[in-house]
């Protein structure tokens, strides 16, 4: 292992106080030769998993290629090794698609493996300590995208098997925790065309929605397909992107009751497509395109849902301009655009890729990927990470590099207590003079969090502390923190401290702030109008005007920690009150 500091570059303004590098691990394995991190898992205790290739010489002469193996690293949460294991299960050419963890801790690594010429699905699982239990490769060549587990914790996996009549088939499969193959299905799309698995949603009750190419025609459409807990299909869906030609949806959620899938469909270029189907009956709710100006690759990347429902979506976008792009878009459940941004790193105007979105407690949204720094010679890439606040608004981005390295790049993102994020990707800077696996911590402590638990209601509502926008000593408007979830047309106040946070039982809740406190003018929480008795209820103060009016220095001082939570009246509630979460940020310059 090699333990690097890493340099931060910040692209925008606010992003140096409100990211701090806690710790960079990467690891050169014993072949030293080309090692690709690329997707990663985290869990409880904070301990960061990184599947990937590591390439292996072959001897020879002239040599032939590397032939890569899959590689896992497990690095606990201060960033030390914990342990790294390859596995070669055929003994040519393996790729890893997606690492995962059951709920009793084992690792489990999909992707395909190979001995000459074509993969194989495979299917490895290892011990907590890293041990190899066992792989499984299915009995016809493919390869298997993503993983997930049932609610008894039996891996399932996503991709596609070829027949030589039926061409390639989306492939689902179950397996015990023992490596038993359960059972096992192959879709055709019906044209014996190429159909193609990438995305898997596990419901509560064990059913399954699939993201996939299906060709019901000579053509893949964009598909999506709902499985009973069996395996056996209840419903089918596809959507041609207009063009009759290669449509693919590669992720799926589920919101209201609306299934939301995103991928892309191929017209004169690539675009962004997406679109929503009746969980229940599969029917078309509706379809969306976006594309940009350019001619380059245009997907969606990842999708997530808030706490409101509201499904965010991050993908490439092409500039004629600028070249590839990062777009950030919210959508209803029904599909209709909320907010729209894109993000390019104007100092070089070079391709920016986007590869996880991520939402945190507060409905803030962190997306991570990799941006060109300098597109002449030697070519520069950083990893990177973009935030934006819960309305789909951009508040900063800040570029990352380990020193000495001309590539950097992060593949996966998973966020930790702490709160942090934690990446995994690779990089050339660790001194062995090739690439390399790499993990890394980032704090956000700075950046606005949530903490501390909310005392639940009359009406059984959890009142939320949330924000929009950034906060800042300089700008006298534009940080709204405020309070949902709480009763309709009840008094209250916001109150704050900035010597820390606590948690002392009080008024039958917990008090989250460390006394004494300071407290904002008493106001009404609005919602429905009485008689109605329900908990659409909000209380919001702007702290960047607050803190403009000189009511208290500190919320003036960049580098202040302010801490912030909400009472409210709450007839019927243990002591008639109402306590909400807290809330943490760091007043920027």
């Avoid at 949460?77 to 299960?89: F, L, Y």
């Avoid at 981005?397 to 996966?412: I, V, Y």
Wanted: glycine share 12%.
């Amino acid at each position: 292992m090699n333990k690097l500091a890493w340099l931060a570059v910040c692209i925008g303004a606010s992003a140096n106080a409100q990211t701090q590098l806690d710790w960079l691990s990467t690891r050169n394995w014993p072949s030293n030769s080309t090692d690709f991190g690329r997707f990663c898992a985290v869990d409880a205790s904070g301990a960061t998993y990184v599947v990937g290739q590591v390439y292996v010489p072959q001897m020879g002469f002239p040599p032939p290629p590397p032939t890569a193996d899959f590689g896992v690293t497990k690095f606990d949460a201060s960033g030390a090794q914990v342990w790294s294991t390859q596995i070669d299960p055929l003994g040519g050419q393996d790729f890893a698609y997606d690492i995962a963890l059951s709920p009793s801790g084992e690792v489990y690594v999909v992707g395909y493996a190979s001995s000459t010429g074509g993969g194989i699905p495979a299917l490895i699982k290892l011990g907590a300590n890293g041990a190899h239990q066992w792989t499984r490769t299915y009995s016809l060549p493919g390869f298997a995208r993503a993983i997930g587990f049932d609610s008894a914790g039996q891996p399932i996996l996503v991709g596609h098997a070829f027949d030589a009549v039926t061409n390639n088939d989306v492939l689902v499969a179950k397996y015990s925790s023992g490596g038993t193959l359960l059972w096992d299905v192959r879709l055709d799309g019906g044209s014996n065309s190429s159909d193609n698995g990438y995305g898997l949603l596990v419901l509560p009750n064990d059913e399954l929605l699939i993201a996939c190419g299906l060709a019901p025609s000579s053509d893949s459409d964009f598909g999506v397909l709902r499985l009973d807990a069996n395996g056996q299909l209840l419903w089918s869906r596809v959507i041609d992107g207009g063009a009759n030609l290669a449509d693919h949806a590669t992720h799926v959620v589920v919101s209201d009751g609306v299934v939301f899938a995103g991928g892309y469909r191929t017209a004169a270029n690539e675009d962004w497509m997406t679109a929503q189907f009746a969980l229940t009956t599969g029917a078309i709710v509706g379809s969306q395109f976006h594309g940009g100006s350019g001619g380059g690759t245009e997907r969606v990347r990842s999708l997530a849902v808030d706490s409101s429902g509201v499904v965010w979506v991050a993908g490439s976008l092409s500039n004629a301009a600028t070249g590839v792009d990062i777009g950030v878009r919210r959508y209803s459940s029904a599909g209709a655009v909320l907010s729209s941004a894109t993000w390019n790193n104007a100092l070089v105007n070079g391709d920016d890729s986007p590869f996880k979105l991520l939402l945190g407690g507060e409905d803030q949204a962190w997306v991570t990927g990799y941006s060109y720094a300098s597109t002449g010679s030697p070519l520069s890439v950083d990893a990177l990470v973009l935030q934006y606040d819960r309305s789909g608004a951009f508040n900063w981005a800040a570029g990352f590099s380990t020193p000495g390295a001309a590539d950097d790049r992060a593949w996966d993102a998973e966020l930790s207590a702490g709160p942090a994020l934690r990446l995994s990707g690779y990089s050339n800077g660790a001194g062995t003079g090739n690439y390399d696996f790499l993990a890394a911590s980032i704090s956000l402590s700075d950046a606005p969090h949530g903490y501390c638990t909310a005392k639940l209601n009359s009406l059984g509502c959890a009142p939320r502390m949330g924000f929009v926008g950034s906060p800042s000593a300089s700008l006298s408007s534009g940080f709204v923190v405020d309070c949902s979830k709480v009763r309709n047309d009840k008094s209250g106040l916001i109150f704050y401290s900035t010597l820390g946070a606590a948690a002392a039982p009080f008024q039958g809740g917990t008090f989250c702030v460390q006394p004494p406190t300071r407290r904002t003018l008493i106001a009404l929480s609005g919602g429905s109008t009485p008689p109605a008795n329900d908990c659409s209820g909000v209380f919001s103060i702007d702290m960047n005007a607050y803190a403009a009016s000189g009511v208290d220095p500190a919320l003036s001082t960049a580098g202040t920690r302010v801490y912030c939570q909400t009472w409210s009246r709450d007839p019927g509630a243990s002591f008639n009150t109402s306590l909400s979460n807290a809330l943490a940020y760091t007043v920027l310059p």
